[in-house]
């Protein structure tokens, strides 16, 4: 895909591009806990969006062409982004408006991506795009922008498409690190890489081919409104209190006949979920990949049951891994409503194990799934491009 971006750049605009690549990610652990200022532990993966990039001929147009679907997108500077869909050329365009309003002098630009993140299947191939377009942008127009406010602008552009995300996928994009993950403290941004040893073991994604469009669905806002809303009423009498990650279990379970149920099971979650990604950290540290197993069925579980963020196709995949002793653990992965679950398998029977459970699933449910073996990988670069001939 690399050599397929350079070549139609070059082929098109007639000039050498800045390469830039941009890596998806996998959560291990921590769903829809980093806009409730949680922790969560993400990893950038070595699948990738490709940019090459140089600068327009006019200063005050854009021209960005995507490979992969052949839809080429041109737009003019400074006018005003009201996006009326989410597709890749609003994502594109909101990330230009955004800069534009927080003052960068933007100059007009031409460019060819695409890669081999899945669109829809929970790895963010949205961060990857917005991370990878500003860090392309900074880089070719030598703006100063440091990675942290990369990730703020990147988080801004998807709130301008319509979902109030977190922080956490921009990241994992931005700070991932070769066989590491980063547990990331979303109060304080502050991150820690760890080590990622799975000796004999292999994490593999298993897509399920429902795409989610967490942009244009409700699902994900609403949650982070019943989380919103709970905090409010806590609020009241505790002022102290910023996010859900303020809250002890204790205080939560004594407001429960004074909250919306739903909005108390969706708090509840969180707060477990929080305890999880720690717990998950502790077990990593001791090299005890079976209670990291033991807790991703359970964080699935109660994604499941309280959060209600899966669905059906995602729910039969782990019930397979389940059945399988040599899965140690298994859950769905990223914002819910579709897209993958993220398997620890026991390297030796991988294929075997494989070949089981996505017959099983393909005989259910009519559909064949894709296998997607995943490694920790570096956040966002520059490549060379004597280096990527």
Known sequence: M????????????GQAPLLVQAPGRIN????????NLGWVLPGAIDKSLWFALGLHPDPNQFQMLAADLGESHGFPAGVPF?????????YVQAVVWVLEQEGYPVKGLQGVFGGDIPMGAGLSSSAALCCGF????????????PRPEIARLAQAAEHRIGLNCGLMD???????????????????????RFPLQLTGYTLVLINSRIKHELAAGS????????????????????????????????????YQDRLDPLDYRRAAYVLAENQRVLHTVAALQQNDLREVGRTLFEAHEGMRTEYEITVPELDLLVELAHAEPGVLGARQVGGGFGGCTLNLIRSAEKDAI??????????????????????????????????SA
């Open 2 to 13: 690399k050599t397929e971006i350079l070549h139609q750049f070059r082929t098109r605009f």
């Open 28 to 35: 291990l652990i921590g769903e829809h806990t980093d806009y």
């Open 82 to 90: 009201v996006p009326e869909r989410a597709g890749w050329a609003e």
């Open 134 to 145: 500003i860090f392309g942008i900074a880089a070719l127009q030598g703006l100063d922008i």
């Open 170 to 192: 921009q990241y994992a994009v931005l700070f991932g690190q070769r066989d590491h993950l980063i547990c990331l403290d979303c109060k304080t941004l502050a991150f820690e």
């Open 219 to 254: 699902g994900y806002n609403e949650r982070r409104q019943s989380c919103e809303r709970v905090v409010a009423r806590l609020q009241a009498e505790h002022p102290a209190l910023g996010s859900l990650r303020d809250v002890e279990p204790s205080l939560l379970s004594a």
């Open 354 to 387: 494989l070949a089981r459970m996505t017959g099983a699933y393909a005989q259910h449910t009519g559909i064949q799934p894709e296998i997607i073996e995943v490694h920790t990988h570096d956040g966002v670069q520059v490549v060379d491009l004597e280096e």
